[in-house]
T-cell receptor, first 115, second 115 residues
């Protein structure tokens, strides 16, 4: 099925470890983004991309890296995991141009625990 | 920067009754999109309803409808004939049409349905 594929679904890391959360979409969406969800704070934007080779910071970018080498993939890298990065992470994608199809498609989320 | 505020962290309603969830937003733009997303315990983000700011008519999807007050920057969600399956976190979100077109979320409202 077409959509956003996000892996892994669950992950436990030790403080200081690094890892990459994978996100892939097959809808030819220009726009891709990463959010983190924490209780009482909604979803906050970490990084986003409006096309291959173009990325920008969101609201809470510290401690995270992204790259966009292809239209389909937008991995999120945790450089040195900290307990404050314990959260649920969502990848989301969308068409960029204005039109009827302006909704976002979300991945199923990754629950990350840093101990 | 655009902001979205949901002032009700929790709401509860009796099954079959009607409940309204509040959302206000702040923007200097004249054209934009507004969304309500549902997040059940499965963690999946499900689009409930959406509204284009240039449309005066309030959006409706079956038992879900919105009260969009553009001048007041208010976008409330009404759920009629509440069902047990409506129990979830509900997020209000804003998307600009110009610029980076980021999706900005409110803090969420946890809705409980009492049988």
């Amino acid at each position: 099925n077409a959509g956003v594929t996000q892996t892994p679904k669950f992950q436990v890391l030790k403080t200081g470890q690094s890892m990459t959360l994978q996100c892939a979409q097959d809808m030819n969406h220009e726009y891709m983004s990463w959010y983190r969800q924490d209780p009482g704070m909604g979803l906050r934007l970490i990084h986003y991309s409006v096309g291959a080779g173009i990325t920008d910071q969101g609201e809470v970018p510290n401690g995270y890296n992204v790259s966009r080498s292809t239209t389909e993939d937008f991995p999120l890298r945790l450089l040195s995991a900290a307990p404050s990065q314990t959260s649920v992470y969502f990848c989301a994608s969308s068409y960029l141009t204005v039109g009827r199809n302006y909704g976002y498609t979300f991945g199923s989320g990754t629950r990350l625990t840093v101990v | 920067a655009q902001t979205v505020t949901q002032s009700q962290p929790e709401m509860s309603v009796q099954e079959a009754e009607t409940v309204t969830l509040s959302c206000t937003y702040d923007t200097s733009e004249s054209d934009y999109y507004l969304f309500w997303y549902k997040q059940p315990p499965s963690r999946q983000m499900i689009l409930v309803i959406r509204q284009e700011a240039y449309k005066q008519q309030n959006a409706t999807e079956n038992r879900f409808s919105v009260n969009f007050q553009k001048a007041a920057k208010s976008f409330s969600l009404k759920i009629s004939d509440s069902q047990l399956g409506d129990a979830a976190m509900y997020f209000c979100a804003y998307r600009a049409i110009q610029g980076a077109q980021k999706l900005v979320f409110g803090q969420g409202t946890r809705l409980t349905i009492n049988p």
